[in-house]
Protein backbone atom coordinates (compact mmCIF):
# COMPACT_ATOMS: atom_id res chain seq x y z
CA UNK A 1 0.00 0.00 0.00
CA UNK A 2 0.80 3.39 0.00
CA UNK A 3 1.38 3.98 4.02
CA UNK A 4 3.70 1.82 5.71
CA UNK A 5 1.78 1.77 8.85
CA UNK A 6 -1.45 -0.02 7.07
CA UNK A 7 -1.53 -3.26 5.67
CA UNK A 8 -3.89 -6.26 4.65
CA UNK A 9 -5.40 -7.84 7.67
CA UNK A 10 -3.62 -11.46 8.65
CA UNK A 11 -6.49 -13.88 8.20
CA UNK A 12 -4.67 -16.04 11.09
CA UNK A 13 -6.29 -14.04 14.11
CA UNK A 14 -9.25 -12.86 12.48
CA UNK A 15 -10.31 -13.93 9.12
CA UNK A 16 -12.90 -11.69 9.21
CA UNK A 17 -10.81 -9.16 9.58
CA UNK A 18 -11.09 -6.17 7.06
CA UNK A 19 -7.64 -4.26 8.10
CA UNK A 20 -4.73 -4.09 9.92
CA UNK A 21 -2.72 -1.22 11.40
CA UNK A 22 1.35 -2.11 12.01
CA UNK A 23 1.78 -0.51 15.66
CA UNK A 24 5.16 -0.40 17.10
CA UNK A 25 5.11 -3.85 19.05
CA UNK A 26 2.77 -6.01 16.79
CA UNK A 27 0.56 -5.70 13.65
CA UNK A 28 -3.08 -5.80 14.66
CA UNK A 29 -6.05 -6.54 12.33
CA UNK A 30 -9.59 -4.76 12.76
CA UNK A 31 -13.13 -6.12 11.90
CA UNK A 32 -15.68 -3.14 11.34
CA UNK A 33 -18.46 -5.19 11.35
CA UNK A 34 -20.27 -3.76 14.47
CA UNK A 35 -17.46 -1.30 15.11
CA UNK A 36 -19.50 1.75 16.15
CA UNK A 37 -21.79 -0.34 18.42
CA UNK A 38 -18.90 -2.08 19.98
CA UNK A 39 -17.18 1.54 20.42
CA UNK A 40 -20.28 3.62 21.72
CA UNK A 41 -19.28 4.81 24.99
CA UNK A 42 -22.32 6.28 27.13
CA UNK A 43 -22.31 9.76 28.06
CA UNK A 44 -21.96 10.91 31.37
CA UNK A 45 -25.72 12.35 32.48
CA UNK A 46 -24.12 15.36 33.98
CA UNK A 47 -22.33 16.60 31.01
CA UNK A 48 -25.47 15.95 29.05
CA UNK A 49 -27.47 18.08 31.18
CA UNK A 50 -24.65 20.91 31.47
CA UNK A 51 -24.64 20.95 27.36
CA UNK A 52 -28.81 21.18 27.09
CA UNK A 53 -29.03 23.82 29.59
CA UNK A 54 -25.77 25.66 28.08
CA UNK A 55 -25.75 29.03 25.76
CA UNK A 56 -24.50 26.92 22.35
CA UNK A 57 -27.65 26.52 20.12
CA UNK A 58 -26.17 24.06 18.12
CA UNK A 59 -25.24 21.77 21.36
CA UNK A 60 -28.91 22.10 22.51
CA UNK A 61 -30.13 20.68 19.34
CA UNK A 62 -28.05 18.18 19.10
CA UNK A 63 -28.94 17.32 22.30
CA UNK A 64 -32.40 17.86 22.44
CA UNK A 65 -33.56 14.28 22.15
CA UNK A 66 -31.39 12.75 24.76
CA UNK A 67 -32.67 11.60 27.84
CA UNK A 68 -30.03 12.24 29.92
CA UNK A 69 -31.01 13.22 33.40
CA UNK A 70 -33.67 15.40 35.62
CA UNK A 71 -32.20 18.36 37.34
CA UNK A 72 -35.45 19.12 38.98
CA UNK A 73 -37.41 16.56 40.54
CA UNK A 74 -40.81 16.24 42.98
CA UNK A 75 -40.70 16.40 46.34
CA UNK A 76 -43.62 14.21 48.36
CA UNK A 77 -45.67 17.19 47.86
CA UNK A 78 -45.50 16.98 44.57
CA UNK A 79 -43.55 20.48 45.04
CA UNK A 80 -39.91 20.67 42.81
CA UNK A 81 -36.67 20.56 44.00
CA UNK A 82 -33.80 21.28 43.22
CA UNK A 83 -30.61 18.57 42.66
CA UNK A 84 -32.43 15.91 41.61
CA UNK A 85 -29.32 14.97 39.63
CA UNK A 86 -26.97 12.08 40.81
CA UNK A 87 -23.40 13.23 40.87
CA UNK A 88 -20.56 10.72 40.92
CA UNK A 89 -20.31 11.47 44.96
CA UNK A 90 -23.56 10.82 45.26
CA UNK A 91 -23.30 7.48 43.47
CA UNK A 92 -20.04 6.89 45.23
CA UNK A 93 -21.76 7.44 48.74
CA UNK A 94 -25.01 5.24 47.80
CA UNK A 95 -22.29 2.29 47.13
CA UNK A 96 -20.35 2.86 50.30
CA UNK A 97 -23.69 3.39 52.31
CA UNK A 98 -24.51 -0.09 50.63
CA UNK A 99 -20.82 -1.23 51.43
CA UNK A 100 -20.79 -0.66 54.70
CA UNK A 101 -24.55 -2.28 55.46
CA UNK A 102 -23.25 -5.67 54.15
CA UNK A 103 -20.50 -5.48 56.20
CA UNK A 104 -22.42 -4.25 59.26
CA UNK A 105 -24.74 -7.49 58.58
CA UNK A 106 -21.58 -10.03 58.74
CA UNK A 107 -19.87 -11.08 61.85
Known sequence: GKYPNFAKPNPRPDPDAHFAIVHYAAT???NLTGWLE?????????????????SNSLMIQCFADHPGQPTEVKDDGGRKK?????TVSSYFKGQLDDLMSTLYKTE
Open 28 to 30: VSY
Open 38 to 54: KNKDPLNDTIVEMIKNG
Open 82 to 86: KGGGK
